[in-house]
């Protein structure tokens, strides 16, 4: 069974095009996130959400909006594409009911490689 | 602001023998985490292991541990008995204890280990 599980894959698409990306985790867990990997393979995060609410928000441009459903799921939505947003999207989970007991350890899905030509 | 630095970008260890990889970190807090993840080319985010830095017992996992020096600010991973299955990318990172939802990864740069047979 997959605990943090994400779709697609593999996205390929044209410049200006808008994408969206889901993230689906099993673990019953409250916190969620989002983290872009570039072409140098640095990590970082971009946002995370507890309990469906917004809670980490870094300096990432408007055009790149999450949303929660609910707590089991986290979508990445990206209008405009554009060729630097060429990389690989990882969402991850960890324990927490609230906001401040959030456990530290995170559960990585296994990626998004986006590729925008 | 916190920053973590692996300032090996690359290494090369032949089967069944030892090696360290080593990470820096640089902080003003005082209760935090220090993970090892390893990315494998399938692109999987993987724990490998995880030190709390109130505790001074360093952490062990099977044939992975870490020499955690807290005054330093230093946490390498040492593998023993090395695997052709431990060729990844490595990654060191940091997280502030507390702070719930609000906690993020810190990842340095990563090191590529490569296991030659």
């Known amino acids: 069974d997959t605990a943090v599980s994400q779709t697609p894959k593999y996205l390929v698409t044209q410049m200006g095009n808008d994408k969206s990306i889901k993230c689906e985790q099993n673990l019953g867990h409250d916190t969620m996130y989002w983290y872009k990997q570039d072409s140098k393979k640095f990590l970082k995060i971009m946002f995370s959400y507890n309990n469906k609410e917004l809670i980490i928000n870094e300096t990432v441009p408007n055009r790149f909006s999450p949303k929660s459903p609910d707590k089991a799921h986290l979508n990445l939505h990206i209008n405009s594409l554009e060729l630097g947003d060429s990389a690989v999207y990882f969402c991850?989970?960890?324990?927490?009911?609230?906001?401040?007991?959030?456990?530290?350890?995170?559960?990585f899905g296994p990626g998004t490689r986006l590729l925008v030509l | 602001a916190q920053t973590v630095t692996q300032s090996q970008p690359e290494m090369s260890v032949q089967e069944a023998e030892t090696v360290t990889l080593s990470c820096t970190y640089d902080?003003?807090?005082?209760?935090?985490?220090l993970f090892w993840y390893k990315q494998p080319p399938s692109r999987q985010m993987i724990l490998v292991i995880r030190?709390?830095?109130?505790?001074?017992q360093n952490a062990t996992e099977n044939r992975f541990s870490v020499n955690f020096q807290k005054a330093a600010k230093s946490f390498s991973l040492k593998i023993s008995d090395s695997q052709l299955g431990d060729t990844a990318m490595y990654f060191c990172?940091?997280?502030?204890?507390?702070?719930?939802?609000?906690?993020?990864?810190?990842f340095g740069t990563g090191t590529l280990l490569a296991v030659q047979p």
């Open positions: 991850a989970s960890s324990q927490g009911r609230m906001i401040r007991q959030a456990k530290e350890t995170q559960y």
């Open positions: 030190q709390e830095a109130y505790k001074q």
């Open positions: 990172a940091f997280m502030k204890r507390y702070g719930g939802a609000t906690n993020k990864l810190i």
């Open positions: 902080t003003s807090e005082s209760n935090y985490y």
